[in-house]
């Protein structure tokens, strides 16, 4: 069944350790992968929402968790990237520390990860280190290969295919926030993973 939003707002952001982390418990979707891929584009996809997420061209830009409320009864996480070298060590260390952080503190809640990948740049070993911590938590995942407007239909049947190779033939799909792309076939899976 496809789910329908009809609301979202923001609730909170948390950095690591903060103890307004556990003030919730409902089912949540968490939405990882490597820094300006598009996390916080396809939440406002999905939200139907222009800026209720913000984005950035430039990498970097989501550096907390971000928790919104959808239909009033679930959690959707924005969480900030991973594998941007140049955001300096320091950093880059932090916003790591924070993502494996959270989605360990909330294993319980989360019902759904969906794990973005750039279609054009395919998977990277970082996304395969985070694929693996995510299942090793025995959390449910989704691979979601983002921007898929940037490349004509052939390409996009390609870099899906070897991303299921990669994955394990985990499920794969492709989408574009730009162009609305696969944004349906994403609602249907949250909504049958989010009913059970
Ligand atoms: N062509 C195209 N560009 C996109 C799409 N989705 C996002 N972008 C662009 O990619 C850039 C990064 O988008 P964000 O949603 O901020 O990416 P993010 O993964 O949240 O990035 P961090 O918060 O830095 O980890 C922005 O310039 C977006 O406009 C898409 O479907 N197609
Ligand atoms: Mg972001």
Redesign the pocket.
Known sequence: MLMKITNARFIKSISIHDSKIFFEDRKEVVFV??????????MNALMQKKDL??????????RTANLFIVNEKYHFT?L??YG?AKLGQDLREDLDALISWYVEEKRYTIKQVVL?CDAKIGPQQSDIDMYNFITELGLPITVVM?????LGRNDVNKTIAHTKEVFFWSRVMG?????MQGIDELRKMLGETLRG
């Open positions: 992968g490597r820094s300006n891929v598009g996390k916080s584009s396809i997420v913000k984005t950035s061209s430039k990498p970097g830009k989501t924005d900030p990237g941007f973005l983002s921007k898929v407007d940037k989408v574009s926030s730009t162009k």
